[in-house]
């Protein structure tokens, strides 16, 4: 992730470049140092981002540690692009959104890069322009051919669900009062705690509903797909920008194998969106703290019920005059 963050600011944004590099691995660092011009190599993340040459920072490291990286830079008084989640834990999601609060800037952006697919983007202004009336349900399937980082429901939730959260938010624009999640395991041959499909309902203030899949095992390969249903129509994203091949007495259209060949161009655009916003000293269009903290919130209550079986309810919080 963090060498297509690299190599997209590299190659897509004329008016910034890739000044500094870390990563654990030093060799890998060198390497996209290297597929980048001249920039530097640090063997410490922190001593990166206190680096004078360094003006903004993207942070595409594990995802416990996205928090403490976030925190740093706004210490250094830095814009940070962090991939999601912004925190693992709603006590770390809380300590960035104090600090942000504190500084009183809003220096953090989350790299909920649906937000700016192409597809998406459209979804959201078929709805957002009120032609088809009320918002009432979203429809969201989540696909990855393998898992890669873990297989436990918690880990799903945290790593992958939060795309589905985070979409579920932005295109019915209401809060999400309440889960419940079921799971299952998709082979007997998986470990036996293994649940790799997860069934997620929601329902959200102005009385509209969400129901997500979230299936990291599918095998054949990377899908996602967002409906949202209205009163009087419904929007859904189309496969992106694919031909229908006519061949041997069948009409087949290619399926991505992950999400950097099926969202490059959302993270083109979102990184180009991001240095803009820097450059031009306004807010970020995508997710910024508090949203972060929001699916956090939504991560840890789904995370409650999938372990208890239970419908668990949100008390949303008051949103700081820095969000409005
Ligand atoms: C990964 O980190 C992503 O961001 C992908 O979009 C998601 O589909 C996958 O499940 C995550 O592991």
Redesign the pocket.
């Known amino acids: 992730m963090g060498t297509r963050h690299a190599l997209n600011l590299h190659r897509a944004v004329g008016s910034a470049r890739v000044a500094a590099v870390y990563d654990l691995d030093q060799d890998r660092a060198r390497q996209v140092a290297g597929m980048c011009g001249q920039a530097l190599v640090f063997e410490d993340p922190e001593r990166l981002i206190n680096d004078p040459h360094v003006d903004a920072v993207v942070i595409a490291s594990p995802d416990d540690t996205h928090a403490g990286l976030t925190r740093a830079c706004l210490q250094a008084g830095k814009p940070v692009l962090s991939e999601?989640p912004l925190a693992t834990t709603v006590e770390d999601a809380v300590r960035v959104l104090e600090a942000e609060v504190a500084l009183g800037q809003r220096l953090v952006s989350v790299g909920y890069m649906r937000r700016f697919d192409p597809q998406h983007m459209a979804v959201k202004t078929a709805v957002a322009d009120g032609s088809l009336g009320r918002p009432l349900l979203f429809k969201g399937v989540?696909r990855?051919a393998a898992v890669?980082?873990g297989i436990t429901g918690e880990t799903i939730l945290i790593?992958?669900a939060g795309?589905d959260f985070d979409s579920t938010r932005w295109l019915l624009s209401e809060e999400v009062l309440e889960v419940y999640v079921r799971g299952l395991r998709s082979r007997p041959g998986l470990h036996p705690d293994t649940k790799d499909l997860l069934l997620i309902e929601m329902a959200l203030t102005n009385d509209s509903l969400a129901v997500v899949e979230v299936y990291?095992n599918a095998d054949y390969g990377y899908e996602v797909s967002a409906e949202v249903v209205c009163q009087r129509g419904s929007a859904v994203t189309t496969l992106a920008d694919t031909a229908l091949v006519r061949s041997e007495a069948r009409r087949t259209h290619p399926i991505p194998k992950d999400?950097l060949a099926r969202f490059q161009n959302a993270y083109a655009v979102e990184i180009v969106e991001w240095v803009e916003s820097i450059q031009e000293g306004r807010p970020f269009r995508g997710a910024n703290t508090w949203d972060g903290y929001m699916t956090m919130l939504i991560t840890a209550s789904c995370i409650e019920s999938f372990r208890s079986g239970t419908v668990k309810s949100l008390k949303i919080p008051d949103k700081p005059a820095l969000y409005q």
Do not use: G, I, L, T
Request: aromatic share 20%; proline share 0%; hydrophobic share 20%.
């Open positions: 999601k989540h990855n890669q980082y790593n992958s795309h990291v999400w």
